[in-house]
């Protein structure tokens, strides 16, 4: 096998993004992020990572972490729940919070206990909101179980109960939902560990007066009626675990993003500017990745060699329809290769390669070639000069990396598939959070 010109293995945070190869520092990419962040580190626990720090990010699998790390980069997201692990300013409905009652998944004494009262009604907390988007929205909290094995996401408005989504603290699944007519919702549960899940409802839906109740429910049962007829007797003693409740305007759940008395905004993360003219061969070569997208939205995400426009590109980005990779060489401006490739799940780790050549172009994804074109242009005259994975406004790449390698020679077949490969069975569960049992 070649050795490429170009490497990131994903091993120390930093102000940049940085890359093994070459070794004196002209292929690590520049790295932005204007606010604090959070991650998950290699003891599976939330925790801060100051600004201007690129961020490794450690997978959790069935709660454990498990596998090497990768560089997570995510759009800005305000969380609109302030106050949102002491619970200070939220309303109780027949139920009372308790300050620092057991270990939060950050590992400290800083996660409360939700108690429902003796009445025969709801039991829940909530928190009214004027968030930015009156239409998409992404309501998450952590949950764990206490003497209740249930609990529930509620969103409403001043007029109208929405959606719920009810969840087994005990099993980590969903057992019901209910949208309102008008109003769609993706949900999700994950398990962090210690017993801990975040719960996530993406609701879709135009909300009356555009103020926004976030619920956070006790429930008695996975299958109640819808709300607000979700009731039962109490006993005063029984409920559960909750911390880290957050209200994102987004079709998806971010990182946790912990407040106090006021909203806290995490800004953009970029990384731009890797390698320079010497490294890259316009003639040919092979850009390689090991890469997730952060959700399926049909949104562009491109990694890109170029000369800093569009004019000479050669890209890989996910794209529609869904589930869609897409592969580009522009040269002057002219489009001359476009492969699309339709994915299983481009939310897990997939090992892609893209190989360039003139009238010599294919793609290999976990290893098979899945897609090529015998004609076409590259670029002349020396002109790519970076490797960025935020190249312009509008294609940033917002997703988790794992390796990210340049070769500047078009590889023969037989070693893009072993570049692509898994190396076993173990390592392909691992890197698409799959569990041997």
Not at 219 to 231: A, C, D, H, V
């Given at each position: 096998?070649?050795k490429?010109?170009?490497?990131?293995?994903?091993?120390?945070?930093?102000?940049k993004?940085?890359?093994?190869?070459?070794?004196?520092g002209?292929?690590?990419?520049?790295?932005?992020r204007?606010?604090?962040?959070?991650?998950i580190?290699?003891q599976?626990?939330?925790?801060?990572?100051?600004?201007?720090?690129?961020?490794?990010d450690?997978?959790?699998?069935?709660g454990v972490?498990?596998?090497?790390?990768?560089?997570?980069?995510?759009?800005?997201?305000?969380?609109?729940?302030?106050?949102?692990?002491?619970?200070?300013?939220?309303?109780?409905?027949?139920?009372?919070?308790?300050e620092?009652?057991?270990?939060?998944?950050?590992?400290?004494l800083?996660a409360?206990?939700?108690?429902e009262?003796?009445?025969?009604?709801?039991?829940s907390?909530?928190?009214?909101?004027?968030?930015?988007s009156?239409?998409?929205?992404?309501?998450?909290?952590?949950?764990?179980?206490?003497?209740?094995?249930?609990?529930?996401i509620?969103?409403s408005?001043?007029?109208t109960?929405?959606?719920?989504?009810v969840v087994?603290?005990?099993l980590?699944?969903?057992?019901s939902?209910?949208?309102q007519?008008g109003?769609?919702?993706?949900?999700k549960?994950?398990?962090?560990?210690?017993g801990?899940y975040?719960?996530?409802?993406s609701i879709?839906?135009?909300y009356?007066?555009?103020?926004?109740?976030?619920?956070f429910?006790?429930?008695?049962?996975?299958t109640?009626?819808?709300?607000p007829?979700?009731?039962?007797?109490?006993?005063g003693a029984?409920g559960?675990?909750?911390?880290?409740?957050?209200?994102?305007?987004g079709s998806y759940p971010?990182?946790?993003?912990?407040?106090?008395?006021?909203?806290v905004?995490?800004?953009a993360?970029?990384?731009?500017?890797?390698?320079q003219?010497?490294?890259?061969?316009?003639?040919?070569g092979?850009?390689?990745?090991?890469?997730?997208?952060l959700?399926?939205?049909?949104?562009?995400?491109?990694?890109?060699i170029?000369?800093?426009?569009?004019?000479n590109?050669?890209?890989?980005?996910?794209?529609q329809?869904?589930?869609?990779?897409r592969?580009?060489v522009?040269?002057?401006?002219?489009?001359?290769?476009?492969?699309?490739?339709?994915?299983?799940?481009?939310?897990?780790?997939?090992?892609?390669a893209?190989k360039?050549?003139?009238?010599s172009?294919s793609?290999?994804?976990?290893?098979?070639e899945?897609?090529?074109?015998?004609?076409?242009?590259?670029?002349?005259?020396n002109?790519?000069?970076?490797?960025s994975?935020t190249?312009?406004?509008?294609?940033?790449?917002y997703?988790k990396t794992?390796q990210?390698?340049?070769?500047?020679?078009?590889?023969?077949?037989?070693?893009?598939?072993?570049?692509?490969?898994?190396?076993?069975f173990?390592d392909?569960?691992?890197?698409?959070?799959?569990?041997?049992e």
């Amino acid at each position: 096998m070649a050795k490429p010109k170009l490497a990131l293995i994903p091993a120390a945070q930093g102000t940049k993004l940085y890359s093994v190869l070459p070794s004196n520092g002209t292929g690590d990419f520049t790295f932005t992020r204007g606010s604090v962040a959070t991650r998950i580190n290699a003891q599976g626990l939330i925790e801060n990572v100051a600004s201007g720090q690129s961020r490794l990010d450690y997978p959790m699998i069935d709660g454990v972490q498990k596998g090497c790390p990768h560089h997570i980069l995510e759009p800005s997201r305000t969380n609109y729940l302030y106050n949102s692990q002491s619970f200070v300013g939220f309303s109780f409905n027949n139920s009372t919070f308790f300050e620092n009652q057991t270990i939060s998944p950050d590992g400290t004494l800083n996660a409360g206990k939700l108690i429902e009262n003796t009445s025969n009604t709801r039991h829940s907390t909530f928190k009214v909101t004027t968030p930015m988007s009156s239409t998409t929205n992404t309501v998450s909290v952590f949950f764990k179980k206490l003497t209740r094995r249930f609990a529930s996401i509620i969103t409403s408005d001043t007029t109208t109960w929405n959606t719920m989504v009810v969840v087994d603290l005990e099993l980590g699944i969903i057992t019901s939902r209910f949208n309102q007519s008008g109003y769609t919702s993706v949900d999700k549960i994950e398990n962090f560990g210690n017993g801990w899940y975040r719960v996530t409802s993406s609701i879709t839906g135009l909300y009356t007066g555009n103020e926004l109740y976030s619920r956070f429910g006790i429930q008695n049962t996975g299958t109640p009626l819808p709300p607000p007829n979700n009731t039962y007797q109490g006993d005063g003693a029984s409920g559960v675990y909750i911390w880290g409740a957050q209200l994102e305007v987004g079709s998806y759940p971010t990182s946790y993003i912990p407040t106090t008395t006021t909203t806290v905004t995490r800004s953009a993360e970029t990384a731009t500017g890797a390698g320079q003219s010497t490294t890259f061969n316009d003639s040919e070569g092979v850009l390689m990745a090991e890469i997730s997208a952060l959700v399926d939205d049909g949104t562009n995400r491109e990694i890109s060699i170029s000369d800093g426009s569009l004019s000479n590109t050669i890209a890989f980005m996910y794209n529609q329809p869904s589930n869609n990779f897409r592969f580009l060489v522009r040269a002057s401006g002219t489009t001359y290769v476009d492969i699309n490739i339709i994915l299983t799940d481009i939310t897990i780790s997939n090992k892609v390669a893209f190989k360039y050549k003139e009238n010599s172009f294919s793609t290999f994804i976990n290893g098979f070639e899945l897609g090529s074109d015998n004609s076409g242009l590259v670029p002349t005259g020396n002109v790519l000069n970076e490797l960025s994975l935020t190249r312009s406004s509008s294609r940033e790449f917002y997703g988790k990396t794992k390796q990210l390698q340049y070769f500047d020679s078009a590889l023969a077949d037989t070693q893009l598939e072993q570049l692509t490969s898994w190396q076993s069975f173990r390592d392909m569960a691992n890197g698409q959070l799959y569990t041997i049992e």
